[in-house]
Structure formats: C-alpha cells, structure tokens
C-alpha cells in the first residue's frame, strides 16, 4: 500500500509495497486529495537514476536505512544477535558468537485506531510490522497529528532464543536538498537554548547528550531549512527527541544526494540488550514540517502540545522562595513573605530547598526527606495554614532522585549511590533503578503530599549522572512520576534541572510546567525565552521577576524590563518582597492585575516573534486565535546600530481588521535616549497607557498596515523595553 496522511497543509507519502521497509517518498507541503492511481503513479515517478559506481538497482531511502540496501550513512539500526557459548568436545567453552543483525523486510501494513489523547486524527496513524531472519521483529508507528506534526517510534522485539545487544534505533526522514542550512541550540548554566547556524555539507551534523538528562546544551529541535530562514520566513523541517536521558539529533548528507533527519535514544554499549521475548520501545520522534519559517513550526507544536498535554488551569501568579530566603528559613520570615505576596496578588507561594531535616546549605542532607524538627516543631503545617488562609497554594521544592554523601540515607544505603566518586554540587545520584530505592523515594513523597496541602511539586535535578545507566534510570523516574501522579492526580509538578536542563516533550507527559532557567536577569532571560518557545507554548515555560542585582549575573537591571520580561511566560516572583519599596511593591501589584487580564491571550494565542534586523533590538508578541488582539513587546538589548532604527511592525494580524495601538503601562515609564518621541507618541501620558496621536485622537490601523509598515519606534535606551496592546475595533 502506498499511505498518503494528511493536516493541516501537510502531506505524508509512505510507500508500504512489496517486502522492502517502506520509505517516505514525500514530507512536506500538502499534495492535495489525489486518487489512489494518481499517488501510485507519483511515486513510481520519483525512482531515481542509477549513479556510475554504485548499487545497480535505483538507491531508495527507508525508515530504517541499513548497509543491505546500499545506505552508507549512521544506519537506522544496530545491535548483534549474541549466542551463547557452548561447550565443546574437548570440556573448555567455545567462543560467544556475535552475529549482526539481517536485513529487515516489510510483513504487513495497515492504518490503525490512533491512541487516545494523540492528537492524531482516525486513519492517520499507521503501523508498520517488521521481520528478519533469527526471530528480530521491529514494529514502527508513524502518526500524523492533525496539526500536522508527525511522530515516529519503534517496538524492537526478541523473538528468538539468542540474546540481542541493541545498538541503536532511529527515527530516519529526508528532508530535500534546499534544505541546506541547519539550526539547533546549545548552552551552559543559566545561559540555555542559545542558538547555532551552518550549512549542510556532505556527512553527519551530530548533537550528541551524554547527561542522563538532556542537559543545558540540549539540541531541542534540530531544523533544516532553506538558506537564510528566518523565524517569519524560509520553508523548514525540524526534529525533536521526546525523551529526557541521552538522546542523538542529527542531520545527515550522503555523496548519494540525499539529506537526512535523524534521532533517537543514545544508548551506551552494552546498555541494553534484549532476551528471548522481550521489547524496547524507543521515545517518540516529533517532527514538524512548515513554509512560514520558525514561527510556523512553533504555531503547529504549540497547538498539538495543549490539544495533548494541557495545563491543568490557569497559570497562577507564583512566588518561590529561593532568592527570597534561600537556606534561611523560619516561620516568621516565611509567613511575613507570604503576607506580602498575598496582598500583592501572588496565587501560588512555593517553599523552595531548605525545609528538610538538616538541609542549612547545599552540602549536605539531600534524601533526608523529612520535615526539619528544629526549623519546623510543628512540621509545615503552621506555613501551610498561613499560605492558604491567604487564598494562595502551597508548592513544594523536591529533589528526589538526588542524595548528598553527608545524609542519613546514604549513610545507611551506600548501595544507593549511581554516581559513585564523582560529586557534582556535593551530591550524588540516587539509583532509581533498584526497587528499594524507587520505593523509599515514592514513600516519602507520597507521605508529604498526603500529609499537606501541597498542590504543585518542584521537582529538581541539578546534576548530571557521570556513568552509564541513563535508559534504567529514565525509565524508573518515568514510573515514580506516573504512580506519583496516579495516587495525588490534583498536583501540579514542575520540572526543573539546574534551570533548564530537563525541557523535553517525554517528561511533558508527566509534569506541567518547566523551569526553563535558572538565570532571573532579564537580559538573558530574553534569549532563553525566545528560543525555548520554539518548542513549547509560553505557560508552560516559568518566568519570574527576580531582584536586582541578579542572582547569576550580578547584572543590575530597571523593575520594569523584569516585570515586561515575565509577563509573556508562566509569571511569578523569585524576590524577598519583604524588602521591597511601596513604589516597587505598587508595581508588581499593578503588573499582576494586568497578567491576570491577559492570561487567556498570552497563555492561549500564537507566538510572533519578528525577525530582527538590527541585534540590538528584538519584538515579539502573542496574536489571539481570532486575531482580534495581540500584545508585543519591543525589547531594547543594547545600543542600536543607527541613530534612527527600522520601525516596529507586528505582523500575524488580521490584514483588513483595523486596531487600537496603546501602551500598557508596566513599571516605570522606560528610559529613552531622544529628546521628544516620535509624533504617534506624543502626549502628557504617552507612557501611562496613553498612546495618542497629535490630535489626541485614538490611533487605529489596519492589520496590513501595522504588519508590513508598522510604527516608528521610541529610542529605548539598552535594558529597556514597551508593551504593546492592539485590539480591533
């Protein structure tokens, strides 16, 4: 059969004929409702010629390309067939025999019901069986979303009596040769998500994480693209790993004129191999396809993200208090803080590292998970009935698969530690993958939520593994979230890793929210935010508004860039508000009360960021569902390159709507460095949410016209940023 999926303005061709693998003949741009000859003729149409020195039948790229049909490049599979040794004439063992794996053939085909909650519509998901000769087995799902974002995974059963060693399995797709320039992320601490471009050239463009989770310097999405696209512009395919261990992403060109996109698991030899009648399931492999550049990849991941994994509710106001107090807890402090925050408009007050028996730095009592008798007489519940007599929630820091060598627990249960020697921030790594640790770790948590009113968990991990056991211990804190969630199915769990080193689409099936960095600085904070969007959908992404200086950067930065760079994103506070000025604290209040009124549009619309031509200056915005609304923000990073900057546009309006343009007022007016502001501007309170003409008249302007001409722009000094409401009228 020859499979041709369909949505929204994607076309998939998946050539199942004969024995051979299928292969994807077409991924891209919708081909429209074409017959089944037509589809039959299409295909048979792209065999290409047969190059001078090479195989003498026409090269067909599959799903899972090996060396048996002439693919030179990574194979799409790897591992041995192991048999055992056996014992010979003469009493001594003969050698274990090592046999690669044979060539796979097509078994049987066919469109089966989608898994509920997929976001995959009826017939278009397909399953692939697969055989070999020595009992190998791969079945291969390939679904199309009907956001048009397409997923593949893989089954590799045993079905012989030899032992397999599974080497690799990816998701393979060729992407055509104007695909010719490649984007994906790296990063460090408190400095994720920081983009990389280069051109495709002939070989492997590998990203490899060896982390145990998929680190600071996570590829996130590898796209291929044509030259020079843009976030508004170019024709792109992308890649994404769901999977929170090692993962590969890569892109590939082969001397045979085929370019490829690849992932999968990263296994370490020997890692994991497979007996007679067991299965690996390899994490899915999303990909995306989209003509409108980056933006139009994130608009159709965005949507299949909340068709699937939606947030519980709203995204409440949250204050933590780890830069508020740090280790520093008490009773008074604490409920004093929360005072604060409840009068200022905060939903959700977060008890951060700190409460647990003997935890006064980071060196030492991580397990011990216990409430400190000496800090806490009467456990947590005096905080709690502060918090939420206050109307607010209570959140809980956690770090559970973590444990420091200074603790009770690995005091007693040495046999514990993953990590071995190796410290990083003074701990170790607990080994989720043996049952008495797994069970311990589920006790306890499951102890404290029972015991308070915790509605929403950080669950941390600040440290990479440093040894092999990655797949094992993925697999097991897979199975504590789950059962954690199936026993208290009311909280909420964010998923923090030193910042942001745990951001995949695999753990989004268990958690609600991502700490995407550590760094509150919000000059860095604009980067991080820009590109982690990429791949997911603002309010799953926190974003707090932490004090000045910063934390991680010493940087010291205006309330109101704080206050504007939060905004967009799942906001909250990371800032002893106890200290606060009234001024400050009129601010954070005033600038809640306008999240609170954005929520549905920020949290509910489509991200537009427009690209820059100037470095020093970047707008970005989110454009309501019915374009009726939108919110930009024009963000000053540093000083610009020219005395008078192209002007502010806002595109992803509606093209015959006409808007209002005004200013929202957050934090004080920004600094600017013109003596008058341009003529649009002008006006006593320009700046207080008053955006006028000369004539004081409202401003109104087609989405035409405030998309490709748009608005001169104030002389934001660096550090600085406005925000944009434009309604229709």
């Known amino acids: 059969m020859i499979f041709h999926l369909r949505a929204a303005g994607t076309s998939v061709l998946l050539d199942a004929r004969g024995t051979a693998v299928p292969a994807v003949v077409h991924w891209g741009a919708d081909l429209g409702d074409l017959d089944d000859a037509t589809v039959e003729r299409l295909v ?74 997929s976001g995959v519509p ?208 008490d009773l008074e402090r604490l409920g004093a803080l929360a005072d604060v925050a409840a009068r200022v408009g905060v939903e959700r007050f977060v008890l951060d590292d700190g409460w647990f028996r003997g935890r006064v730095d980071d060196r030492r009592a991580l397990g011990d998970w216990f409430v400190d008798e000496q800090r806490w007489p009467d456990g947590l519940h005096p905080l709690a009935e502060r918090v939420t007599g206050l109307g607010m929630q209570l959140g809980l820091w956690v770090e559970p698969e973590m444990v420091s060598p200074d603790s009770d627990v690995a005091r007693a249960h040495p046999e514990w530690l993953l990590s071995g020697g190796v410290t990083w921030r003074h701990q170790h790594v607990l080994d989720l993958r043996q049952d008495d640790a797994r069970d311990f770790v589920l006790e306890r948590l499951d102890a404290l939520l029972t015991e308070y009113p915790v ?152 991200v537009v960021r427009v690209d820059a031509t100037d470095p020093a200056t970047e707008v970005h915005g989110v454009v309501a569902e019915d374009r009726t609304e939108a919110v930009f923000a024009h963000v000053a990073l540093t000083a610009p390159r020219s005395a008078l900057p192209a002007p502010v546009r806002f595109p992803g309006l509606d093209p015959e709507l006409r808007y209002v343009v005004r200013v929202l007022p957050i934090g004080d007016p920004p600094r600017t460095l013109e003596p008058r502001p341009p003529a649009w501007l002008q006006g006593d309170g320009w700046l207080g949410g008053e955006g006028t003409l000369l004539d004081d008249e409202d401003l109104v302007l087609t989405g035409r016209v405030l998309g490709e001409v748009g608005l001169p722009g104030a002389l934001l000094l660096p550090g600085q940023a406005m925000v944009f409401h434009l309604g229709a009228c």
């Not at 010979?88 to 909650?117: D, F, M």
Request: glycine letters at 12%; a negative charge; one cysteine or more.
């Open 455 to 606: 509605a929403y968990v950080k669950w941390d991990h600040n440290r990479d593994l440093l040894t092999e056991g990655a797949h094992g211990q993925t697999v097991a804190l897979y199975g504590v979230l789950d059962e954690l969630r199936r026993r208290h199915p009311g909280v909420e769990i964010e998923s923090c890793a030193s910042g942001g080193a745990r951001v995949d689409l695999g753990i989004l099936e268990r958690v609600d929210r991502f700490w995407t960095s550590d760094v509150n600085d919000p000059l860095e904070r604009q980067a991080v935010q820009r590109w982690s969007t990429l791949l997911l959908p603002p309010e799953y992404l926190g974003s707090h508004v932490g004090p000045s200086p910063a934390h991680t950067t010493g940087r010291q930065s205006d309330l109101g860039f704080r206050l504007v760079t939060a905004l967009f994103l799942s906001a909250g506070l990371e800032w002893d508000l106890t200290r606060a000025s009234t001024a400050e604290l009129e601010h954070v209040r005033r600038w809640i009360g306008e999240y609170r009124e954005l929520r549905g549009l920020l949290h509910g619309g489509t």
């Open 122 to 329: 009826a017939g278009s998901a397909v399953r692939l069986e697969l055989a070999a000769d020595g009992d190998l087995r791969v079945v291969t799902d390939v679904e199309l979303t009907g956001e048009g974002v397409l997923r593949l995974r893989h089954t590799w059963t045993n079905a012989g009596d030899a032992v397999v060693e599974v080497g690799s399995l990816d998701a393979v797709l060729p992407v055509p040769d104007r695909a010719a320039e490649v984007l994906d992320l790296s990063g460090t601490w408190a400095h994720e998500r920081r983009p990389q471009r280069r051109a495709v050239g002939d070989g492997v463009w590998s990203r490899e994480g060896r982390h145990g989770r998929p680190g600071h310097d996570h590829a996130y999405l590898v796209v291929a693209g044509t030259p020079g696209f843009g976030f508004r512009s170019g024709e792109v395919w992308a890649m994404h790993v769901a999977w929170s261990g090692d993962t590969r992403h890569g892109v590939e060109r082969s001397t045979l004129g085929r370019t490829v996109l690849a992932g999968g698991e990263l296994l370490a030899p020997g890692e994991l191999a497979l007996g007679p009648g067991e299965s690996w399931t390899t994490p899915w492999v999303v990909a995306v396809w989209s003509p409108e550049g980056l933006d139009g990849l994130s608009a159709r991941l965005h949507a299949w993200v909340r068709s699937t994994s939606p947030v519980p509710s709203e995204r409440p106001v949250t204050l933590n208090t780890w830069e508020a107090v740090y280790f520093d807890h």
């Open 44 to 117: 048979d149409a792209q065999v290409p010629a047969v190059p001078p020195s090479a195989i003498d039948v026409p090269f067909r790229l599959s799903l899972i390309p090996t060396l048996h049909e002439g693919w030179t490049g990574r194979p799409g599979i790897s591992g041995y067939v192991v048999e055992p040794a056996a014992p010979a004439s003469s009493g001594a063992a003969s050698p274990t025999a090592r046999h690669p794996l044979p060539p796979l053939r097509l078994g049987a085909a066919q469109v089966v019901e989608p898994a509920s909650g």
